[in-house]
């Protein structure tokens, strides 16, 4: 089976701080994604990418960025975090045209 | 963008009656389609899948029919378990790239 680990569960930061969010997946997918999941929202992409070193951005990109050094690993990096993106951010990779397994997400609180 | 619905935010049953999630999508286009499953503090879990060329595909105690004409999709679950509580996603993939789009989610809950 698929594993997509994240690199933390709950995460609390300051407000302008830098945050980095690490996800990692075992399987040699191609794509990986990362969402955030709000309430009454349901999971909305930020960015995701179908090679390493390429991305593409999602529906919500802004205040975001994202790194792809190698096929396994996709950061997810908050330059100066602000309380709009307390959220719980969810990774997820797939094989071209497959479906998407996800991590356990992420629960990030600003403060 | 595209847009994917459900009809109903939340759904009770009693254990043991069959539950319907249904869903709605809005580009034809969209030829993938895949139904998942959220337990409380864990992220979505596949649950099962249906390609366009398909109107029905069966799983353990799981059936999504797919109506392309009215561009609807639904997940059946047989004989309800309390551990099938959870919030159901449905998700679209469009054939322009490798970009799911999903529900807001149909939150299950089982009625012992």
């Known amino acids: 089976d698929v594993k997509v680990t994240q690199s933390s569960r709950y995460l609390v930061k300051r407000t302008g701080e830098k945050v980095f969010l690490e996800c990692v997946q075992d399987?040699?997918?191609?794509?990986m994604f990362w969402y955030r999941q709000d309430p009454g929202l349901g999971l909305r992409l930020i960015y995701f990418?179908?090679?390493?070193?390429?991305?593409e951005k999602g529906d919500i990109p802004e205040g975001y960025s994202v790194s792809r050094e190698k096929k396994e690993r996709f950061s997810l990096i908050l330059e100066s975090a602000s309380t709009n993106q307390t959220s719980m951010y969810l990774c997820?990779?797939?094989?071209?045209?497959?479906?998407?397994?996800f991590g356990p997400g992420t629960r990030l609180t600003v403060t | 963008g595209e847009s994917v619905g459900l009809h109903l935010p939340t759904l009770s049953v009693q254990e043991g009656d069959n539950s319907i999630i249904n869903c709605a999508y809005s580009n034809s286009a969209s030829d993938y389609f895949i139904w998942y499953k959220q337990e409380s503090g864990k992220g979505p879990q596949f649950i099962i899948d249906?390609?366009?060329?398909?109107d029905k595909r069966q799983g353990q105690r799981v059936t999504v029919l797919l109506n392309k004409t009215v561009k609807h999709l639904s997940l059946q679950i047989a004989a309800t378990q309390p551990g099938d509580s959870a919030v159901y996603f449905c998700?679209?993939?469009?054939?322009?790239?490798?970009?799911?789009?999903f529900g807001t989610g149909t939150s299950l809950t089982v009625i012992p």
């Open positions: 249906i390609r366009s060329n398909m």
């Open positions: 998700a679209e993939n469009s054939q322009t790239g490798n970009q799911f789009y």
């Open positions: 997820a990779s797939s094989r071209l045209g497959g479906n998407s397994d």
């Open positions: 990418s179908y090679d390493v070193k390429m991305k």
């Open positions: 399987m040699d997918h191609e794509n």
